[in-house]
């Protein structure tokens, strides 16, 4: 989908105090996210935040949470830059970078839950890795997601969804649940819908949904391991046998 440039959006994102858009900027908050937020509440991020109606209800809903909006288009960010100055609470930054650099950003362990919602699907084959769900991605999100984190993804698109579902087994993941049908599920209750759902919504088509978390053991054992590699490798302990 092509997206309408904004006249002067990058100007008005450069100038709002609640966006981080320089890359060094980025990275200097890592492992330093409480400080900016002033208080050490659970940090939940969505990766694509789009227009911001989706990020901005749970900020309104969760004053007790802290929310990061993470968009690459200026043209869309600055749409809901707009949103965020008609909201009083202080609960909410957004970042205007590439989902590839997010473990550059968040410390291990900082981040509490990330939103996907209705990502590009890249459906060229050559294009897998740049979706928001491939395993590449899923080990970005290993490395920033405290251990009883959880990843939730929606989008009206099956075949994504499918792709996505085998990618969390794939990268050693586990599914707490899922659906085919949303709305029209057990998990309907409480959801916050974005501008693409309330459309897709509307002309009936299907919203998939899916929770996921690390296996802890799995996670345990890679750590283990890395540990243990560390030693041998700095030791040259198979050197002196």
């Known amino acids: 989908m092509r997206l309408r440039n904004v ?7 450069a100038a709002d105090e609640c966006v981080l858009h320089d890359p060094e900027e980025q990275r200097a908050q ?7 937020f002033g208080n050490d509440h659970p940090i939940h991020i969505e990766v694509g935040m789009g227009k911001g109606q989706f990020i901005m209800t749970l900020a309104q809903q969760n004053p007790d949470i802290n929310y990061i909006g ?15 100055h008609t909201y009083e609470g202080d609960n909410i930054f957004f970042l205007r970078m590439d989902a590839e650099e997010i473990a550059d950003v968040f410390d291990e362990n900082e981040v509490d839950r990330i939103y996907l919602n209705f990502s590009d699907p890249w459906p060229k084959d050559r294009h897998a890795k740049r979706r928001l769900t491939s395993k590449e991605y899923w080990a970005r999100y290993d490395r920033i997601l405290c251990p009883e984190g959880r990843v939730i993804f929606k989008t009206d698109n099956r075949p994504l969804f499918d792709f996505s579902l085998e990618q969390v087994e794939v990268a050693g993941w586990q599914l707490d649940n899922y659906t085919f049908d949303l709305h029209h599920s057990e998990y309907a209750e409480g959801n916050v819908m974005t501008e693409y759902e309330e459309r897709f919504t509307a002309k009936g088509n299907p919203i998939c949904r899916l929770v996921a978390h690390r296996d802890p053991q799995k996670k345990w054992i890679e750590r283990r391991k890395q540990t243990l590699d560390g030693f041998v490798k700095h030791s040259g302990f198979f050197e002196n046998i």
């Open 7 to 13: 006249r002067g959006s990058r100007e008005t994102i």
């Open 30 to 36: 890592k492992g330093h996210w409480h400080e900016l």
């Open 70 to 84: 993470i968009e690459k288009y200026s043209s869309v960010l600055v749409r809901a830059l707009e949103k965020y």
